[in-house]
């Protein structure tokens, strides 16, 4: 379970971050919504490590991940695919996969978990030894949510998987989210501009407005919110 | 004829040499995206050390072992000390502090061990390699120049393509990011690279000081050609300093053949110039990385 | 009364730079001219020196400092100048302004023509080509002992003193002049139009050649003046030593600029003052500090480098903008914390809001 408590951060005069709290529970995926500049990218970066913060707390199962270095965070299972994914492009999709699990499986279980998540998404085998530069954009969101997956994290962040794809890649990717947190001990924080697609697969959303949390519920009652989604969402 | 075949033996080896320099050159580069410019005189340094200890009556190869890892340990330290505080500020500074470290080394070295040219032993004899009755201007030496800047590269090919380490440094170099965020530590991988860069820098040393005046300044050419070589091959690539190692060798020992030795410094610059006017990214460069 | 009075506000020296700085100068030079009359002739002799080296790292800061490109090589165009300076002395019998002029403009050809390709270049890259340049153009020299002179090198000739003046300080009141000159002429242009084109090019090119600036011509231009500021230098020291080879302009004597202007202060002009006080007086501190300590002779003379080196390494860690950078910080700093003190704060908190 990831609890975020008072998180403060500031990029010089501006305040990215303002006394954010909120918990996002085992097996289920909670959405991060707001607008652009809301802070929702540097939440996730904040948790990551890859920003540090003024004030407040992260903490995942008890432990405190502030103050850890980046590749310490990853290491303690946490996966983040950061906006604008991150796929390595001269790298194969092979070996983008392979990179993920060297700190993790031992060598003889890593062959296994790829051929795994290369199951999850068959398009990605055809390019298996090809360099990572030849896919679209919907099969490199494909390729970094396998690499996420494919060290068994316990905490999955993923920033706007679905910016640029077309709305039938970003079903498909969001059902596939869903089938894969339902029934683990996986907690995902799911940031998205498309609130309306991330809705459908959260159990649980929080909004946030110019750094600050305003609305943290279910997201059953937040999406029949009409309202708020006008208000907040913009739709 | 025979002068042409001469000059082109000449400057394979040469060339070798300046692609053994280029590598550690295009290795730091790739790590950290700064050039060097203490590199050969590191290899200055190491150099010198070899050469104490053969004095002091170490055999040839443990020598030349032992200060292969000497020079990893100084390209190491350096990246650690020096150039890591430096990362992300301005593109200056990490530049001017290898030329205060160049200049360092040099001063080093003159002052331990004073400015006479002394002669470095060949590892292997210098005279020609004979095929039957002929004997052609290419030396056991030249051979061993050959065949160890090969070894490195060939070394360097299989750590890169196919080990755990050399993907975790590849990843770390187009996308430190990225790597870090899957677990890689990449700030020990950075001084790693260095520390090879160290090893190739030294090899480079030791391949050069028995064919030439061997004082703490010899190594300040050799690093001017290998960043020739580098430039034309594309920084960050290793095939590239091998290219570019050879084309530069080749052309500067044409020049100093027909137009006479000495103007080599002012050919290699026509050189440079010409590379940096044509294809300033180099023969082997990346495509521009479209993120996406 | 108020027009009168504004009038003379606009009037004031703080608008008109040049005229503050020929003022400055005028002051200084009157200044040195006593000092030198008074100093011994080996004082006059460093003293000289220090003018010679202010020369070229002028030049230096304006290049790096302020129009942002990098140069290993200015020792070479120094060697540039003190050779044309040489050759003119030896084949023709012109006056020595003509001749140090010569030496001035020969380098700024040479500047252009190295300037031009060094505009699609960026740092290391740039260091790397001047590094190139700054080995080549000694071999050249070495190539052609004939012309050049070969080890021994050409000698050069201070113009005669008139009147009663002793030769050291003529020299010395020649390089001083000309030191100020220089001082005095690029100052002007850091200040005007030109300099904030190079300052606008150094920070960010794309958005200066929105602004309508000829970025490619601007750098080349800072090179050409760099370049001329070099040869100028190299030639007026070289009427110091009498001599000119190509043992007097090593590849550590570029670098040496380089520690000297970072460490004076780079993009400032009085900071090259300090620069070139370091140059000149560190082989002797290192010298004594060597003896201090025993070492040998041969180690003395590295030793000055070794220190170079160091103290290079530990400004850009440390102190990258230099003594005259430290100054200024303390000036500003020092006004700000007054200002404080005279008027108290008002609290901020209630204007942060939430």
Known sequence: MLEVRDLSVSFGAVRALRGVSFTAEPGAVTAVLGANGAGKTTLLRTISGLVKPKDGAIRFDGTELIGHSVEGVARMGVSHVPEGRGVIEELTVEENLRLATLWCLPRRQRAASIDQVLELFPRLQAFRHRQASMLSGGERQMLVLGRALVSRPRLLLLDEPSLGLAPLITAQLMGLLREQTEGTDMTVVLVEQNARSALSVSHHAVILNLGQVVVSDDAATVAADDALRHHYLGF | MSLFWDYTLNGVASGMIYAALALALVLSYRATKIINFAQGAAGMLTTFIAFSLLTRGWSYWPAFVAVLLIGFAIGAATEFILIRPLQGKSELNPVIVTVGLLVVFEGLAGAIYGNASRGFPPAFSQSGLRFGSTTIDFSHFDLFILCAVLALMLALLVLFRFTALGLRMRASAFSREIARLLGVRVGLLLTLGWGLAGIAGSLAGLLVAPTSAFGPYYMNLILVYAFTAAVIGGLESPVGA?????????????????????????????LLIAALMVRPEGIFSRPPARRV | MTGLAERARSLRLQRQPLVRHLACALVAGAILY?????LSAYNDYQVGEIASYVVVLVGLSLLTGSSGQFSLGNGAFMAVGAYTMALFMTHTGTNFILELAAAAGVAAVVGVLLGIPATRLTGPYLAGMTLLFALAVPSIADKWPAT?????????????????LSAEQWLTDIQIIGALVVMVLVGNLMWSRYGRAFRAVRD?????????????????????????????????LSLSTGVVNTGAFPLTLSISLLAAMVIGGAGTLIGMVWGGILLVYMPQWSTSLS???????????????????????VAMLAAPNGIQGFLRWLWVYGRARLRERRRPTAPLAAAAGD
């Open chain 3, 34 to 38: 006593w000092v030198t009359d008074h």
């Open chain 3, 148 to 164: 050049f002179g070969g080890d021994q090198g050409l000698t050069v000739a201070p113009p005669t003193a008139p009147g009663s």
């Open chain 3, 291 to 313: 003896s201090d300590f025993n070492l040998g002779i041969g180690a003395a003379a590295y030793l000055a480098t070794i220190i170079f080196g160091v103290v290079l390494i």
């Open chain 3, 204 to 236: 960010d090119e794309i958005a200066a050649s929105l602004a309508g600036i000829h970025v490619a011509r601007t750098k080349v231009v800072a090179f050409a003046i760099s370049a001329a500021c070099a040869g100028l230098g190299g030639a007026l």
């Open chain 2, 242 to 270: 091998l290219v570019g190692g050879l084309i530069t060798g080749l052309c500067i020992s044409y020049v100093g053949g027909y137009l006479g030795s000495g103007v080599e410094p002012a050919g290699a610059l026509v």
